[in-house]
């Protein structure tokens, strides 16, 4: 079994930014794609960027240029650098990653983007 946890995750100023981590653990052996989603209430999940084995990345049309996705080497780490933050970017965001067949989420991070 594949454990997800995410952090970073906090109140922030409009224009300010946040940094978030994902951190993998259990049953590693060959994580393929991690990424970010949100979901705000009464929204449906949105998409917001991923990153592949091969370092491919991209992202969802609403983040692109503010939002940075990384990972490191190993696969076992994945972070979202969050700038120009704007209230709509306010939700809770999972990281996810796919491993074979499988696809594991973490519980969630809250964003909070208020004045």
């Known amino acids: 079994q594949l454990q997800l946890v995410e952090s970073g995750g906090g109140l922030v100023q409009p224009g300010g930014s946040l940094r978030l981590s994902c951190a993998a653990s259990g049953s590693i052996f060959s994580i393929n794609v991690m990424g970010w989603y949100r979901q705000a209430p009464g929204k449906e999940r949105e998409w917001v960027a991923i990153t592949t084995i091969t370092g491919n990345k991209q992202y969802a049309d609403s983040v692109k240029g503010r939002f940075t996705i990384s990972r490191d080497n190993a696969m076992k780490k994945v972070y979202l650098q969050m700038n120009s933050l704007q209230p709509e970017d306010t939700a809770v965001y999972r990281c996810?990653?796919?491993?074979?067949?499988?696809?594991?989420w973490g519980q969630g991070t809250q964003v909070t983007v208020s004045a």
């Open positions: 996810n990653a796919r491993q074979g067949e499988d696809t594991y």
